[in-house]
């Protein structure tokens, strides 16, 4: 039996998505929040570099853990579980790095922006 519904469009939704999104622009047209401005200051200290080069050894260290677990003929389900963590973690500690990166970035862009503006 072939299902004759109508998808019904949520305008509640799209709106809200809207907002967001219009709010976002806003911010950025406003400079950086307290909470990026310390991400941003963080990535040019010495901390960040120690803290940046912790977490690429330990995503180095997650892959070389995983390969020697599945040399030691470890059953599938097992490696499976480990692999899961793994490329979780990998993914989060990499979000990290480029989160702190990446509003390093934008502020240089916008401090520069904005001193070309004046």
Known sequence: MKD??????????????EQKVATQVEQAEKGLTADEKAL??????EGWKVLKQDLCDEIKTLSEDLTSFISTGADFQSVGQRAVVANILTEKYNQLISRVESTAIYEQEHARSSKQDK
């Open 4 to 17: 004759s519904s109508v998808i019904v469009p949520d305008f509640e939704k799209q709106t809200a998505r």
């Open 40 to 45: 941003a200051n963080l990535a040019s200290s």
